[in-house]
């Protein structure tokens, strides 16, 4: 019940295009969805977060949806560049009790061609 | 403000060595948390430690344990290493505790178990 399942595991995407990336969660007691970055030889860097109680958030290109129902949220990065070329996890965690740690979906490897 | 730094940032051990590494939080943190991230396994939580008490802990043995000092410095130590161990080990720090606040990385300790 803890695990976060990603999907895909690696994309390519040309340049200009939109990159998505799917998760889904069984806790319910999750309240906290963050996405993050990580570049070769880096720590993950958050990206982006949001919490139930909105849909959608959105940060320039980076765009989270949110469907409680679902159990679903996924990351679309709009107009993809080489730069974003990275692996991005999608994590999340309760306010409360032992899931109050990140529990982090499996990744997926963005390329972005030119 | 400086970020999360961990040192040393490479290692090389044997099998049956013990090895210790430090994480320094972000300023005014008080939330240290701990993840190994492994090409199998992903990222997963070790423990976490806020105001020098671990509040959460992982599916790890007791090889793993850790502690934070007054001024939330955290040290982890691997007791009888084996080559399983081979991982880069990840700090993050967050302001309350984890689930509530953002946690941020360290750029991570890759430890080679030979």
């Known amino acids: 019940q803890q695990q976060v399942k990603q999907s895909p595991q690696s994309l390519i995407v040309q340049k200009g295009g939109i990159s998505i990336i799917n998760c889904a969660y069984e806790?319910?007691?999750?309240?906290?969805f963050p996405w993050y970055q990580q570049f070769p030889g880096k720590g993950p860097a958050l990206l982006i977060a949001i919490r139930p109680d909105v849909s959608e958030k959105k940060e320039g290109r980076f765009t989270i949806s949110f469907n409680k129902s679902a159990k679903q949220f996924s990351l679309h990065i709009m107009d993809s560049q080489p730069g974003d070329s990275a692996t991005y996890f999608c994590a999340a965690s309760a306010s409360t009790g032992t899931a109050s740690k990140l529990t982090f979906g499996t990744g997926t490897r963005l390329q972005v061609t030119l | 403000k400086a970020g999360v730094t961990q040192t040393p940032r490479y290692l090389i051990k044997t099998r049956g060595q013990q090895v210790t590494l430090s994480c320094s939080p972000i300023s005014g943190h008080r939330s240290v948390s701990w993840y190994q991230q492994t090409p199998g396994q992903g990222l997963q939580f070790l423990f976490e430690?806020?105001?020098?008490?671990?509040?959460n802990k992982g599916n790890f043995p007791g090889r793993f344990s850790g502690r934070q000092f007054s001024n939330s410095r955290s040290e982890m130590n691997v007791s009888t290493l084996e080559l399983g161990d081979s991982a880069l080990y990840l700090c993050?720090?967050?302001?309350?505790?984890?689930?509530?606040?953002?946690?941020?990385f360290g750029p991570g300790t890759r430890l080679l178990v030979l």
């Open positions: 430690y806020f105001s020098e008490t671990q509040r």
């Open positions: 806790n319910t007691a999750f309240d906290y």
């Open positions: 993050a720090s967050s302001l309350g505790i984890a689930g509530t606040e953002t946690q941020y």
